[in-house]
């Protein structure tokens, strides 16, 4: 166990063990990829105790879920680069038939991990080098259509400046074959579900033009049939 802040603590559960621990129960022939999970999860909305587990599963084996490492604190690692090294150790250690397939986080977590601006801010973006452009009280990363893509070479060069924050990048880019660009999947949650159809449902229901906005007879049938569709959605 080490300690990251004066009142947290990080236990190491070990990603080689873990896949060990798997390869028991499963058998795969040639490279294992591994898929990792890292995110914070608040422990009571009256405290600020919060956990951030990093966990992993070999790819085509999504039920076999292995904890790697687990953070507990009340406030988030200040370093992440601290909060992941025992991780990188090992994955660096771990490159025989054995790769970091891809690094899944909501937006907030992955410009936490990669030491980069917030989804919301200007040169955001985590696929092309696109400034964005604020509209009302919100920066959106579209103006240009005909940005370059992002690479995981501008990002080790730090190519744009402005993509970044503190003086330090992610120590990700030592495990070997690992892309930082490519190997996180984009935040589903935050860009289509909380982003562009939160907003697209508030204009349908409340502050859109009077023109786009729904009668209330459709927002009533609408609610109907979402609540007869309840009971098949897990």
Same mark, same amino acid.
């Given at each position: 166990?080490?300690?990251?802040?004066?009142?947290? &603590?990080?236990?190491?559960?070990g990603l080689k063990k873990g896949i060990e621990n798997t390869l028991k129960r499963v058998k795969i022939e040639g490279n294992i990829k591994v898929v990792v999970g890292i995110d914070g999860l608040?422990?009571?909305?009256?405290?600020?105790?919060?956990?951030?587990?990093?966990?992993?599963?070999?790819?085509?084996?999504?039920?076999?879920?292995?904890?790697?490492?687990?953070?507990?604190?009340?406030?988030?690692?200040?370093?992440? &680069?601290?909060?992941?090294?025992?991780?990188?150790?090992?994955?660096?250690?771990?490159?025989?038939?054995?790769?970091?397939?891809?690094?899944?986080?909501?937006?907030?977590?992955?410009?936490?991990?990669?030491?980069?601006?917030?989804?919301?801010?200007?040169?955001?973006?985590?696929?092309?080098?696109?400034?964005?452009?604020?509209?009302?009280?919100?920066?959106?990363?579209?103006?240009?259509? &005909?940005?370059?893509?992002?690479?995981?070479?501008?990002?080790?060069?730090?190519?744009?400046?402005?993509?970044?924050?503190?003086?330090?990048?992610?120590?990700?880019?030592?495990?070997?074959?690992?892309?930082?660009?490519?190997?996180?999947?984009?935040?589903?949650?935050?860009?289509?579900?909380?982003?562009?159809?939160?907003?697209?449902?508030?204009?349908?229901?409340?502050?859109?033009?009077?023109?786009?906005?729904?009668?209330?007879?459709?927002?009533?049938?609408?609610?109907? &049939?979402?609540?007869?569709?309840?009971?098949?959605?897990?």
């Open positions: 166990m080490q300690t990251l802040l004066s009142s947290s &603590n990080y236990y190491c559960f608040p422990l009571a909305k009256s405290s600020s105790s919060q956990f951030w587990p990093i966990l992993a599963y070999l790819d085509s084996y999504k039920e076999y879920i292995f904890l790697i490492g687990l953070y507990h604190g009340h406030k988030k690692p200040a370093d992440s &680069n601290d909060f992941l090294r025992d991780f990188i150790d090992e994955a660096e250690d771990l490159v025989i038939n054995v790769s970091i397939h891809a690094i899944c986080a909501d937006a907030p977590a992955k410009s936490f991990i990669l030491k980069i601006k917030g989804h919301t801010g200007y040169f955001s973006c985590t696929r092309c080098l696109a400034e964005g452009e604020h509209v009302g009280s919100t920066c959106f990363p579209f103006k240009d259509s &005909n940005s370059r893509e992002r690479t995981h070479e501008d990002y080790i060069n730090r190519r744009q400046e402005e993509h970044h924050v503190g003086d330090s990048l992610s120590d990700l880019i030592r495990i070997p074959g690992f892309d930082v660009v490519k190997s996180f999947p984009l935040d589903y949650m935050h860009l289509v579900a909380l982003g562009v159809m939160r907003k697209l449902i508030h204009f349908w229901l409340h502050k859109g033009p009077l023109t786009v906005r729904l009668p209330s007879w459709k927002i009533k049938k609408i609610s109907t &049939n979402l609540m007869f569709l309840k009971s098949a959605i897990t």
